[in-house]
């Protein structure tokens, strides 16, 4: 059922970010749904599907992106690592600990993809990437993170209901 | 005699009055009194009918104001469905021009073949500008065939599907396009940037360019046809002790808001790998 579920879920969210976040930039930057989703799957307690949700979730962008198929995947791998380490240290506080991986992973996602363009040779400034494109949209995914983290966390617990002792 | 005379005098008297009364009646000699008698009356009567209709129209206000709310919430709703039907009309009016432009493309262009898409998307990552359009291969799209509008170069496909494809944007910052200043005569390369920034680089420094240039793809290397519109100069940079100077394009396409596109499908860019590698 959670991995039957990602499908959907992911593209759905794929289809949102294509249509419509991608067309809300500030500066060059955009909020990235996909990250903001696997972010708050993975810091849900329950959760023990959140490495195939990422997986699925990398696909699925690199087959739509530009960009080469596995550096999503390896950038989403990457986020939802620093999301298993965060929870364990603040795992009572996951709203906090939402904004502390958001900020993080968006930081390492998205410097990993300039990373990966430079070495293929595209000119990408270093101050224009990072004033113009990382940090806009580091800051529209913090501002995203928290009504994400709520619908994520309505699903997390549909779909791995609290067992109630008898 | 007498005796009918006393029986009946009082009778014989009020009818010769009331004869009198109506012959100054009917003569206007008793209008005035008329007047005066009738009055109070009319005054009377006044009154009594502006009190009824108050009440009158208090009785009945309740069945009134219900009537007119359902009234109004009626017309509310028929205004709302007019709303949205005419918002609807707007955007197949703005769909309708797009397309109707790009026909005039077409018609001006006769020899070319074209398959138009509409934009469905754009790349999930901001680093890469490119857009998604509904049409692929089985429309008869391959890699690397050129994108435009009607106002003009808008970029070149960069993967197919069956039914979608990617198109690379001018903008994009991977993107190098060969394109020439008609009116200088001389040549360079149109390159975007992370910003979306359009500039050409290269342009040797014994040229004068002007600001107000058009910018126009000149056809080398067999990436795009020549002759394509693709923005304008708008300001240049020269340093003497460069090799080259460069110059900021305002492109003539609206990249922010592009809806359909039209795809060049009988232009097949020319592959020149096994000509690098035989030189090596």
Do not use: C
């Not at chain 2, 070319?112 to 500008?129: K, T």
Request: proline share 5%.
């Amino acid at each position: 059922m959670p991995i039957i579920i990602a499908f959907p879920i992911l593209a759905s969210a794929l289809i949102l970010q294509t249509v419509i976040a991608s067309s809300l930039p500030l500066l060059s930057g955009y909020a990235d749904l996909i990250l903001l989703i696997l972010v708050a799957w993975a810091l849900q307690e329950r959760v023990r599907s959140a490495w195939i949700w990422t997986v699925i979730a990398g696909l699925m962008v690199g087959f739509v992106s530009a960009l080469p198929t596995l550096v999503p995947v390896i950038g989403y791998v990457l986020v939802t690592a620093i999301a298993r380490l965060v929870h364990r240290r603040v795992w009572q506080t996951p709203i906090l600990a939402m904004f502390v991986v958001t900020f993080l992973g968006s930081l390492v996602s998205q410097g990993l993809v300039m990373a990966v363009l430079v070495v293929q040779g595209t000119p990408l400034p270093l101050a224009d990437s990072v004033n113009l494109v990382i940090l806009p949209g580091t800051l529209l995914n913090l501002l995203l993170a928290l009504p994400v983290y709520a619908v994520v966390n309505d699903l997390a617990q549909w779909v791995y209901p609290e067992e109630v002792e008898a | 005699m007498r005796n009918f005379l006393q029986k009946y005098w009082r009778t014989g008297a009020a009818g010769l009055i009331v004869i009198g009364v109506m012959f100054l009646a009917l003569s206007g000699y008793l209008a005035p009194v008329i007047q005066v008698a009738l009055d109070p009356v009319v005054a009377a009567q006044r009154w009594l009918g502006t009190r009824y209709l108050a009440i009158y129209t208090m009785l009945r206000s309740p069945g009134d104001v219900t009537a007119l709310r359902t009234e109004n919430e009626q017309l509310k709703n028929e205004n709302a469905l007019l709303r949205s039907q005419l918002i609807q009309l707007q955007e197949e009016q703005k769909d309708f021009e797009v397309f109707y432009s790009l026909l005039n493309v077409a018609r001006q262009q006769p020899s070319n073949d074209y398959v138009a898409a509409m934009v469905i998307g754009r790349d999930a990552n901001p680093f890469m500008r490119y857009v998604l359009i509904d049409q692929g291969s089985d429309a008869g799209l391959r890699r690397g065939m050129p994108v435009l509008t009607a106002q003009g170069l808008v970029g070149r496909i960069d993967a197919v599907t069956s039914n979608a494809a990617r198109v690379q944007l001018l903008t994009d910052a991977s993107s190098a396009v060969n394109i020439r200043l008609p009116e200088t005569g001389a040549e360079g390369i149109l390159v975007g940037s992370v910003t979306g920034d359009l500039s050409i680089d290269m342009i040797p420094q014994d040229v004068k360019v002007q600001p107000g240039e058009l910018v126009l793809t000149s056809g080398l290397g067999g990436t795009y046809p020549g002759n394509i519109l693709v923005g304008q100069v708008i300001s240049v940079r020269k340093q003497e002790t460069a090799l080259f100077q460069s110059a900021s394009v305002q492109p003539v396409v609206d990249f922010a808001s592009l809806r359909a596109v039209l795809v060049v499908t009988d232009f097949r860019p020319v592959d020149l790998d096994p000509l690098i590698q035989s030189a090596d």
